[in-house]
């Protein structure tokens, strides 16, 4: 099974894995939340960073979820997964990227994984009120 670490602004990405596993159920093993707030430190969220890839090292892979490209979490995160083989940064988590990511994560390769996390976050951004709209003009 894929690891998995999750690395966010706050405790936005505690709330994503919570969110998820009422969808798809618990994950009770390969995953990681670290939570990077203003109080923490570049060197105490990097030790964090490092821990959780430690804790979650896996000849299957590992992916991190980052909230945001350029930000605090990503900035820590690239070093540490540049040493990592197999691995892979994808930014802009949302929750249909943390659903695919538990649902697919063992039973798909890790190129397969990172694809499915990133075009099924694509799709979850849609403006619904004119997808609504062309639907029922086209009907």
């Known amino acids: 099974?894929?690891?998995?670490?999750?690395?966010?602004?706050?405790?936005?990405?505690?709330?994503?894995?919570?969110?998820?596993?009422?969808?798809?159920?618990?994950?009770?093993?390969?995953?990681?939340?670290?939570?990077?707030?203003?109080?923490?430190?570049?060197?105490?969220?990097?030790e964090l960073v490092e821990e959780a890839a430690r804790d979650c090292a896996n000849p299957e892979g590992l992916v991190f979820l980052v909230d945001m490209p350029g930000g605090t979490p990503m900035n820590v995160v690239f070093p540490v997964a540049a040493g990592i083989e197999k691995s892979a940064v994808i930014c802009g988590v949302n929750i249909n990227m943390m659903i695919s990511a538990f649902a697919y994560r063992g039973s798909l390769p890790f190129a397969g994984l990172t694809a499915k996390i990133m075009e099924d976050g694509r799709k979850a951004i849609c403006d619904v009120k004119s997808l609504l709209a062309a639907r029922k003009g086209g009907a």
């Open 1 to 46: 099974m894929i690891s998995i670490v999750v690395v966010t602004h706050g405790e936005f990405g505690a709330y994503l894995i919570e969110a998820a596993e009422t969808i798809v159920g618990a994950q009770e093993e390969a995953l990681r939340n670290v939570s990077v707030s203003p109080r923490t430190s570049l060197d105490k969220a990097r």
